[in-house]
Every structure is written in structure tokens, then in C-alpha cells.
């Protein structure tokens, strides 16, 4: 059971130029999120994603887009990289559904080991 | 929207101390607590989650409050260890998930 898990682990970029961060899960979660770490901002949510199929915008989401093909991967794609985008790149997810009688908005985060990303 | 605030940004403490970590949040419409762990270039470690219902949790040497009414959450570490040194983020769920800033933990050998 490898958790969350994130690919690149590191990755720098000239502008404008794209790339596509891939996160999988195996723990069946339903929910799925990406979260970028700056300096003195803490984590702030990107886009997240409910289900197969289905993504939605989250606190940052201009210059991402996202896809959500398959239940266990979340895939946070940048089509024309700014220097802006220079952050750590986390991606998490949680169980849907009742976990001992809690509904799931309870239920808490798993998180990948992250992408640090470097546009020049 | 929901401001998580960590106080304070870094702390410096000698092994054995317990230590009081804060976090206060200015919505106390929210599904449940996190505490985290994250230790440097690596990703976050879930160390105790509170749910809005509940008042504390335990684990090993953690205990975390909740008082959702004042919009506050202490972490307490007892007897400190060097490899407690990390990171330490609180996050609460609402409509969406709003993590603080954090606060850098060394302990001193």
C-alpha cells in the first residue's frame, strides 16, 4: 500500500513552457486534491475533485487545469509556466462516505511527498 | 474566508521541555481540525485530527484541543525530543481546507 504518491519529485522549467504533475492513490479515496506550499502562505488549494469525472476550483486555480480520468489519479496540468508557479506541489486525497458513523466531510487528509517546481 | 493563523512562526526549546503549539482559526463553522507534521522537503504527516463535536485527542506524547467557539487549537508536545524538530501545521475543514502558515519546532539537545 504505497499511499500517496506524486510524480516528478522535482522538475524545473524554462516560461511558458508546460508540464503535467500525476498524482495516484491506491486507497479507493474518493476526494482528491492539489495544494501549492509558498514561503509564509501556507498550503493553499488549487483544484480539487470529488470524483471520477469531476473536478472543481479551489482557492488559487488560474494558470492549472485538472483531470480526474481515473479514480486514482489527479492530474494538475500547467499549460504555459510563470515564474509564480515556482512552489512546492503537494496532492492529497480522503475517503468519501461514513467512516464509523462520520459523515465523510470529517474525514481526514493523506498526503503525497510533494513536487518542487522551478520555473525560470 | 477562513483565516488560520499560527503563533508562534518558529519556537527554540531544550530537550525535555513540554511545549504549547497554537493555532486559531476566525470561522468556527468547521467539520474538524488537523494537526500535521511536515519535516523539511518532505511532504505532510497527519498527526491528530479532532472532530468540531470532539474537545481533545491523544496520541503518545500529543494532545490536541479543540474550542471551536473561541476559533482556537493547542497542540501540546510533552517532554520534548530532538526528533520532534519539524514543521508543525494545523488545518481546518470548513467548505473547503485552510491550512496555517506553521510553526518551526527545534529542540535543542
Known amino acids: 500500500n504505497a499511499g500517496v504518491t506524486q510524480t516528478p519529485k522535482f522538475r524545473v522549467l524554462k516560461t511558458g513552457q508546460s508540464m503535467t504533475l500525476l498524482c495516484a492513490q491506491d486507497?479507493?479515496?474518493?476526494?482528491m486534491y492539489w495544494y501549492r506550499q509558498d514561503p509564509g502562505m501556507g498550503l493553499r488549494l488549487i483544484h480539487y475533485?470529488?470524483?471520477?469525472?469531476?473536478?472543481a476550483k479551489g482557492e488559487v486555480p488560474d494558470g492549472y487545469n485538472v483531470s480526474r480520468l481515473k479514480k486514482q489519479n489527479f492530474l494538475l496540468g500547467l499549460e504555459s509556466a510563470a515564474p509564480s508557479q515556482t512552489s512546492v506541489y503537494f496532492c492529497?486525497?480522503?475517503?468519501?462516505?461514513?467512516?464509523?458513523?462520520?459523515?465523510?466531510?470529517?474525514?481526514?487528509?493523506?498526503f503525497g511527498p510533494g513536487t518542487r517546481l522551478t520555473v525560470l | 474566508k477562513q483565516e488560520v493563523t499560527q503563533i508562534p512562526a518558529a519556537l527554540s526549546v531544550p530537550e525535555g521541555e513540554n511545549l504549547v503549539l497554537n493555532c486559531s482559526f476566525t470561522?468556527?463553522?468547521?467539520?474538524?481540525l488537523q494537526w500535521f507534521r511536515q519535516d523539511p522537503g518532505k511532504g505532510l504527516t497527519s498527526l491528530l485530527l479532532?472532530?468540531?463535536?470532539?474537545r481533545e485527542q491523544t496520541s503518545g506524547r500529543l494532545n490536541a484541543s479543540l474550542d471551536k467557539s473561541s476559533g482556537r487549537s493547542t497542540l501540546y508536545i510533552a517532554a520534548s525530543q530532538p526528533g520532534d524538530s519539524a514543521t508543525y501545521l494545523c488545518?481546518?475543514?470548513?467548505?473547503?481546507?485552510?491550512f496555517g502558515t506553521g510553526t518551526s519546532l527545534t529542540v535543542i539537545p
Open positions: 492529497a486525497s480522503r475517503p468519501a462516505g461514513r467512516t464509523s458513523g462520520i459523515p465523510s466531510s470529517y474525514n481526514e487528509q493523506f
Open positions: 486507497m479507493n479515496h474518493e476526494y
Open positions: 475533485s470529488v470524483g471520477e469525472g469531476t473536478t
Open positions: 470561522d468556527s463553522a468547521i467539520y474538524n
Open positions: 479532532i472532530q468540531s463535536s470532539q
Open positions: 488545518a481546518v475543514t470548513g467548505n473547503q481546507f485552510y
